[in-house]
């Protein structure tokens, strides 16, 4: 069950160049796991590592909500991230258009 859903208001970047959904702030977990799983290159070519992993529920703007799983924690992040290829490969679909 999950708790904790992530408003809509929130921004979040779909990105195609993506390979995992990310976050920067642990808040928006509701049941953490501390777990080092390796470390990112960022797009400024730093590489950081990922401090925790945990599913979060996002509330959308066309009023539905949608489960990512096994959302990557990582606090140097600047935007929360959504992976168009996780979702491709866990079988959502998705339409992107203007303003959304």
């Given at each position: 069950?999950?708790?904790?859903?992530?408003?809509?208001?929130?921004?979040?970047?779909?990105?195609?160049?993506?390979?995992?959904?990310?976050?920067?702030?642990?808040?928006?977990?509701?049941?953490?796991?501390?777990?080092?799983?390796?470390s990112v290159?960022?797009?400024?070519?730093?590489?950081?590592?990922?401090?925790?992993?945990?599913?979060?529920?996002?509330?959308?703007?066309?009023?539905?909500?949608?489960?990512?799983?096994?959302?990557?924690?990582?606090?140097?992040?600047?935007?929360?991230?959504?992976?168009?290829?996780?979702?491709?490969?866990?079988?959502?679909?998705?339409?992107?258009?203007?303003?959304?």
């Amino acid at each position: 069950m999950y708790n904790h859903i992530i408003d809509s208001d929130m921004k979040w970047v779909i990105d195609s160049a993506a390979s995992y959904n990310s976050v920067p702030k642990r808040e928006y977990f509701n049941f953490y796991r501390v777990r080092s799983s390796g470390s990112v290159k960022m797009g400024n070519s730093d590489v950081v590592d990922v401090v925790g992993l945990c599913d979060i529920c996002i509330k959308t703007n066309a009023s539905c909500t949608i489960v990512l799983k096994n959302v990557k924690h990582i606090p140097y992040l600047s935007l929360n991230l959504i992976s168009m290829t996780t979702l491709d490969r866990e079988g959502h679909k998705y339409q992107l258009g203007e303003d959304t």
